[in-house]
Protein backbone atom coordinates (compact mmCIF):
# COMPACT_ATOMS: atom_id res chain seq x y z
CA UNK A 1 0.00 0.00 0.00
CA UNK A 2 1.41 3.22 -0.70
CA UNK A 3 -0.25 6.84 0.87
CA UNK A 4 0.55 10.07 -1.28
CA UNK A 5 -0.17 13.36 0.86
CA UNK A 6 -1.04 16.35 -0.69
CA UNK A 7 -1.10 19.78 1.16
CA UNK A 8 0.34 23.14 1.67
CA UNK A 9 3.38 21.51 3.41
CA UNK A 10 6.98 21.09 1.73
CA UNK A 11 7.37 17.54 2.77
CA UNK A 12 4.13 16.38 0.94
CA UNK A 13 4.20 14.73 -1.78
CA UNK A 14 2.26 16.72 -3.69
CA UNK A 15 2.92 20.24 -2.75
CA UNK A 16 0.25 23.11 -3.49
CA UNK A 17 1.20 26.78 -2.34
CA UNK A 18 -1.97 28.29 -1.83
CA UNK A 19 -3.61 29.57 1.01
CA UNK A 20 -6.75 28.01 0.67
CA UNK A 21 -5.20 24.97 0.77
CA UNK A 22 -4.24 23.25 3.99
CA UNK A 23 -0.63 22.52 5.62
CA UNK A 24 -1.78 18.35 5.19
CA UNK A 25 -5.04 18.94 3.03
CA UNK A 26 -5.83 14.85 1.93
CA UNK A 27 -4.01 11.88 1.31
CA UNK A 28 -4.65 9.17 -1.65
CA UNK A 29 -4.59 5.90 -0.73
CA UNK A 30 -3.34 3.12 -3.39
CA UNK A 31 -3.71 -0.53 -2.31
CA UNK A 32 -2.02 -3.35 -3.05
CA UNK A 33 -4.84 -4.63 -5.41
CA UNK A 34 -4.87 -1.43 -6.91
CA UNK A 35 -8.20 0.38 -5.27
CA UNK A 36 -7.47 3.93 -4.54
CA UNK A 37 -9.07 6.35 -2.26
CA UNK A 38 -8.97 9.62 -1.04
CA UNK A 39 -9.33 10.94 2.37
CA UNK A 40 -9.81 14.90 3.50
CA UNK A 41 -8.07 15.27 6.76
CA UNK A 42 -11.12 17.45 7.98
CA UNK A 43 -9.91 20.64 6.56
CA UNK A 44 -11.92 23.89 6.41
CA UNK A 45 -12.42 24.29 2.69
CA UNK A 46 -12.57 20.68 2.24
CA UNK A 47 -12.11 18.41 -1.02
CA UNK A 48 -14.78 17.68 -3.98
CA UNK A 49 -15.34 15.05 -5.88
CA UNK A 50 -16.48 15.22 -9.07
CA UNK A 51 -19.24 18.49 -7.26
CA UNK A 52 -19.53 16.32 -4.23
CA UNK A 53 -17.71 16.75 -0.87
CA UNK A 54 -15.67 14.12 0.24
CA UNK A 55 -16.48 12.99 3.77
CA UNK A 56 -14.36 10.24 5.72
CA UNK A 57 -12.65 7.99 2.91
CA UNK A 58 -14.33 7.71 -0.51
CA UNK A 59 -13.01 5.43 -3.38
CA UNK A 60 -11.77 6.62 -6.46
CA UNK A 61 -12.71 5.60 -10.64
CA UNK A 62 -9.93 6.54 -12.92
CA UNK A 63 -12.39 9.27 -14.61
CA UNK A 64 -13.16 11.28 -11.20
CA UNK A 65 -12.26 14.59 -10.75
CA UNK A 66 -11.07 15.84 -8.07
CA UNK A 67 -10.83 19.43 -6.99
CA UNK A 68 -9.63 21.54 -3.42
CA UNK A 69 -12.01 24.99 -4.08
CA UNK A 70 -11.55 26.03 -7.52
CA UNK A 71 -7.86 24.21 -8.27
CA UNK A 72 -7.95 20.66 -9.48
CA UNK A 73 -5.87 17.77 -8.23
CA UNK A 74 -4.15 15.48 -10.83
CA UNK A 75 -4.49 12.52 -8.88
CA UNK A 76 -4.17 10.33 -11.87
CA UNK A 77 -0.40 11.81 -12.44
CA UNK A 78 0.53 11.54 -8.67
CA UNK A 79 -0.58 7.82 -8.33
CA UNK A 80 1.03 6.95 -12.07
CA UNK A 81 -2.04 6.36 -13.86
CA UNK A 82 -0.67 8.77 -16.56
CA UNK A 83 2.71 9.17 -17.96
CA UNK A 84 4.78 6.47 -15.76
CA UNK A 85 5.97 6.21 -12.40
CA UNK A 86 7.91 8.63 -12.51
CA UNK A 87 5.98 11.53 -12.95
CA UNK A 88 4.88 11.07 -9.21
CA UNK A 89 8.15 12.39 -8.22
CA UNK A 90 8.88 15.35 -11.24
CA UNK A 91 8.21 18.43 -9.90
CA UNK A 92 5.42 20.19 -10.02
CA UNK A 93 5.03 24.11 -10.70
CA UNK A 94 3.32 26.20 -7.64
CA UNK A 95 -0.16 27.46 -8.79
CA UNK A 96 -0.90 31.03 -9.01
CA UNK A 97 -1.72 32.18 -5.45
CA UNK A 98 -5.03 33.06 -4.79
CA UNK A 99 -7.75 35.18 -2.57
CA UNK A 100 -8.99 33.18 0.34
CA UNK A 101 -12.57 33.76 0.85
CA UNK A 102 -12.21 34.50 4.52
CA UNK A 103 -9.75 37.43 3.65
CA UNK A 104 -12.94 38.37 0.79
CA UNK A 105 -15.53 37.98 4.07
CA UNK A 106 -13.18 40.32 6.18
CA UNK A 107 -12.91 42.79 2.84
CA UNK A 108 -16.77 42.36 2.94
CA UNK A 109 -17.13 43.25 6.99
CA UNK A 110 -14.40 45.92 6.76
CA UNK A 111 -16.78 47.36 3.27
CA UNK A 112 -19.64 47.21 5.22
CA UNK A 113 -18.33 48.65 8.72
CA UNK A 114 -17.10 51.70 6.85
CA UNK A 115 -20.35 52.15 5.36
CA UNK A 116 -22.04 52.40 8.45
CA UNK A 117 -19.07 54.78 10.23
CA UNK A 118 -20.29 56.92 6.84
CA UNK A 119 -23.64 56.51 7.11
CA UNK A 120 -23.19 57.41 11.15
CA UNK A 121 -21.14 60.47 10.51
CA UNK A 122 -23.30 61.43 7.61
CA UNK A 123 -25.95 61.27 10.56
CA UNK A 124 -24.48 62.94 12.90
CA UNK A 125 -23.07 65.95 10.52
CA UNK A 126 -26.88 65.95 9.69
CA UNK A 127 -28.28 66.02 13.33
CA UNK A 128 -25.61 68.54 14.13
CA UNK A 129 -26.59 70.89 11.54
CA UNK A 130 -30.34 70.73 12.27
CA UNK A 131 -28.94 71.59 16.08
CA UNK A 132 -26.90 74.25 14.68
CA UNK A 133 -29.50 75.95 12.68
CA UNK A 134 -32.38 75.71 15.81
CA UNK A 135 -29.42 77.05 17.82
CA UNK A 136 -28.46 79.71 15.17
CA UNK A 137 -32.20 80.67 15.37
CA UNK A 138 -32.76 80.81 19.10
CA UNK A 139 -29.81 83.35 18.81
CA UNK A 140 -31.00 85.17 16.69
CA UNK A 141 -34.52 85.48 18.88
CA UNK A 142 -32.31 86.08 21.82
CA UNK A 143 -30.41 88.94 20.12
CA UNK A 144 -34.67 90.44 18.92
CA UNK A 145 -35.45 89.88 22.54
CA UNK A 146 -32.30 91.74 23.79
CA UNK A 147 -32.89 95.06 21.15
CA UNK A 148 -36.89 94.50 22.20
CA UNK A 149 -35.31 94.83 26.19
CA UNK A 150 -33.44 97.94 25.42
CA UNK A 151 -35.84 99.79 23.14
CA UNK A 152 -37.99 99.14 26.42
CA UNK A 153 -35.96 99.97 28.60
CA UNK A 154 -35.00 103.15 26.67
CA UNK A 155 -38.88 103.88 26.19
CA UNK A 156 -39.07 103.86 30.44
CA UNK A 157 -36.15 105.82 30.76
CA UNK A 158 -38.01 109.13 28.29
CA UNK A 159 -40.91 107.90 30.33
CA UNK A 160 -39.18 108.56 33.86
CA UNK A 161 -37.44 111.58 32.05
CA UNK A 162 -40.65 113.14 30.67
CA UNK A 163 -42.40 112.23 34.46
CA UNK A 164 -39.75 113.74 36.40
CA UNK A 165 -40.16 116.66 34.07
CA UNK A 166 -43.81 117.22 34.93
CA UNK A 167 -43.44 116.84 38.27
CA UNK A 168 -40.83 119.56 38.61
CA UNK A 169 -43.04 121.84 36.12
CA UNK A 170 -46.13 120.55 38.27
CA UNK A 171 -44.26 121.73 41.62
CA UNK A 172 -43.39 125.36 39.66
CA UNK A 173 -47.02 125.18 39.25
CA UNK A 174 -47.79 124.58 42.80
CA UNK A 175 -45.33 127.24 44.15
CA UNK A 176 -46.52 129.45 41.44
CA UNK A 177 -50.28 129.20 42.64
CA UNK A 178 -49.17 129.60 46.55
CA UNK A 179 -47.25 133.11 45.23
CA UNK A 180 -50.90 134.22 43.43
CA UNK A 181 -52.64 132.91 46.80
CA UNK A 182 -50.76 134.67 48.78
CA UNK A 183 -51.21 137.57 46.57
CA UNK A 184 -54.39 137.57 46.31
CA UNK A 185 -54.71 137.31 50.29
CA UNK A 186 -52.54 140.41 50.76
CA UNK A 187 -54.79 141.95 47.86
CA UNK A 188 -57.44 141.25 50.10
CA UNK A 189 -56.38 142.79 53.14
CA UNK A 190 -55.05 146.06 51.99
CA UNK A 191 -58.88 145.88 49.87
CA UNK A 192 -60.64 145.64 53.64
CA UNK A 193 -58.15 148.50 55.03
CA UNK A 194 -58.86 150.59 52.01
CA UNK A 195 -62.03 150.01 52.51
CA UNK A 196 -61.65 150.60 56.17
CA UNK A 197 -59.88 154.32 55.88
CA UNK A 198 -62.61 155.32 53.32
CA UNK A 199 -65.40 154.80 55.24
CA UNK A 200 -63.62 156.77 58.46
CA UNK A 201 -63.05 159.45 56.18
CA UNK A 202 -66.44 159.35 54.98
CA UNK A 203 -67.61 159.74 58.65
CA UNK A 204 -65.13 162.68 59.32
CA UNK A 205 -66.22 164.25 55.98
CA UNK A 206 -70.34 163.61 57.41
CA UNK A 207 -69.01 164.97 60.96
CA UNK A 208 -66.90 168.24 59.62
CA UNK A 209 -70.39 168.70 57.30
CA UNK A 210 -72.58 168.70 60.01
CA UNK A 211 -70.55 170.89 62.57
CA UNK A 212 -70.20 173.83 59.92
CA UNK A 213 -73.48 173.75 58.33
CA UNK A 214 -75.85 172.96 60.57
CA UNK A 215 -74.79 174.60 63.55
Partial sequence: MRVYTIGRDRTCDYQIDDCIVGVFHLQIVV????RISVVDFGSHIGTSLNGRRVVGEV???????????DIVVPWQRIVGLSGGV??????VAKPQNRTAPWVWGVIGCLAFLTLCFAAGMIWLYVENTDKTAAIEMQQREITELKRGLEVNKNTVQELRQTVSVLHEERQSLDTLVDFYYAENNNLREKLKATQVELEAEQNRVHLDYDINYRY
Avoid at 31 to 34: G, Q
Avoid at 59 to 69: A, H, Q, V, Y
Fill in 59 to 69: MLRPRDELRIG
Fill in 31 to 34: RDDR
Fill in 86 to 91: ADRYKP
